[in-house]
Nanobody, 122 residues
């Protein structure tokens, strides 16, 4: 199971750090990623990281502002979000990929956290 946390309300230009902790089965052999979904919109890829942390991908809208990382000892993944914008407002979901390489497609993910709300005020 995956547990996402760290969301909240922040002003534009602020920062938040999301966490995703896996319990039970280890995720160290799997790529992991973050997606987000705003009201009335499709789920959108945010970022993904390879099983060994060696490769990371970012969506165009978050490049240069967000940083993904993982801590194998803690079986956790993080998303550091800086320079937040109102358009970043969404529910953020962490997922575990079926594959070791990062994927931009939600169909490649077989486990999801419950989501954490991020709201950025202008």
């Amino acid at each position: 199971q995956l547990q996402a946390s760290g969301g909240g309300l922040v002003q534009a230009g602020g920062s938040l750090r999301l966490s995703c902790t896996a319990s039970g089965r280890t995720s160290s052999n799997n790529a992991m990623g973050w997606f987000r979904q705003a009201p009335g919109k499709d789920r959108e890829f945010v970022s993904a990281i390879a099983w060994n942390g060696g490769t990371t991908y970012y969506g165009d809208s978050v490049k240069g502002r967000f940083t993904i990382s993982r801590d194998y000892a803690a079986n956790s993944m993080y998303l550091q979000m800086n320079s937040l914008k109102p358009e970043d407002t969404a529910v953020y979901y962490c997922g575990r990929s079926r594959r070791p390489v990062p994927s931009l497609s939600s169909y490649d993910y077989d486990a999801w956290g419950q989501g954490t709300q991020v709201t950025v005020s202008s």
